[in-house]
């Protein structure tokens, strides 16, 4: 199967950008990606941060997207499956799946931010059990004429969902982790998994993805499960103009997530396997080097091809989600340069 490429779009805001301009500029981009032969758009879920986004509602831009476009795969990474209704959440993908004629890749997780759950009045400690519930659910309203069910936060009584999702069984699955105990765990499910490194490093990676396949064959899955990496990409005509154009955009984006992953060290329901407190100190002094060597991959469209080359091979990676503004603060003209080149220059060099 080829090397699938997307870019992980926050449909993000600046302070000067009005919210209209906001989504303008982001469906500008999406155009484009479908222009210039990009496989997927993946579409994050962010929540009460009205200065970085404006992609609350992930669905409704897929539907948007759907509709604009006729090749590009539509991706959810993540949809925040415990801070849904999953009978609500099912008709919406199947309507998407729907609309797209079978484009949809349902990609979900629980978020590591409990900020979002406590404005949502759900205990970010339930999310562990709300994530397996839903997803439990969703798989059955899909497949199912009519279904019952009965669990710890739900309970469905001859339910009969419509429409049902173009794909068979449902749209392809794959499921965020973070801690080193949920990638076994998703290997045993059988559904493809995403990883990223903004918490930790590329070279932190190698084994828990051996583990989520260990765990995979070890179920009797066929093959060897599917991988997929976020990290932030950028590429340049130059290797200067690589190096110093996202340097800002970088540096601000690990300062605000390492702050905001210091705050949620404290937050109800945040397990000490984590570490937040001092993965979000180290996030605040990384220095830009550190960032280039271990967390991004950035440079002219050869430098790019290779390194995405070498991470597939160390990785047996399936694919790849490019942050292309990490951290909002690139200009829209350099975001389109850089997914120009990625998709002209590099994405060919992978068939």
């Not at 609500?88 to 409990?114: H, K, M, N, W, Y």
């Not at 979000?280 to 469209?301: F, H, N, S």
Request: proline share 6%; with cysteine; charged share 25%.
């Amino acid at each position: 199967m080829a090397f699938e490429f997307g870019m992980f779009h926050e449909f993000q805001r600046t302070a000067e950008l009005s919210q209209p301009a906001a989504f303008a500029r982001s469906f500008a981009e999406v155009d484009a990606a479908e222009r210039w032969g990009l496989d997927a758009m993946w579409l994050a879920e962010i929540h009460v941060a009205p200065e970085r986004s404006v992609c609350a509602a992930p669905l409704t831009i897929a539907g948007a997207i759907a509709a604009r476009t006729r090749r590009l795969k539509i991706g959810t990474a993540v949809q925040v499956l415990p801070l849904c209704h999953p009978l609500r959440i099912a008709e919406e993908a199947a309507t998407v799946d729907q609309i797209s004629e079978g484009r949809l890749i349902f990609g979900v997780g629980r978020s590591g931010f409990p900020r979002t759950y406590e404005a949502y009045g759900v205990p970010y400690g339930e999310s562990r059990e709300r994530f397996a519930e839903t997803l439990e659910i969703l798989k059955r309203a899909w497949t199912e004429d009519s279904f019952s069910y009965a669990g710890r936060f739900y309970k469905f009584d001859n339910v009969r969902l419509s429409p049902k999702p173009v794909q068979k069984p449902w749209p392809e699955i794959r499921i965020a982790a973070n801690s080193p105990d949920t990638f076994p765990a998703i290997g045993r499910l059988g559904h493809g998994v995403f990883v990223a490194v903004r918490l930790g490093t590329l070279s932190e990676l190698a084994p828990n993805i051996r583990a989520y396949r260990e765990a995979w064959r070890a179920a009797g899955h066929p093959g060897d499960g599917r991988v997929f990496l976020r990290a932030p990409v950028y590429v340049a005509d130059t290797a200067e103009q690589a190096r110093r154009e996202p340097e800002e955009s970088i540096m601000y984006f690990y300062r605000y997530l390492g702050e905001r992953l210091e705050d949620s060290a404290t937050r109800a329901g945040v397990r000490a396997i984590e570490d937040r407190a001092a993965r979000g100190r180290r996030l605040q002094t990384i220095t830009y080097d550190e960032a280039l060597r271990d967390k991004m991959i950035v440079g002219t469209p050869e430098a790019v091809t290779d390194r995405l080359m070498q991470l597939r091979e160390e990785l047996g990676l399936d694919g790849i989600l490019a942050e292309m503004n990490c951290g909002t603060k690139i200009p829209h003209e350099r975001v389109m340069r850089s997914l120009q080149l990625l998709c002209e220059k590099v994405k060919p060099r992978f068939n």
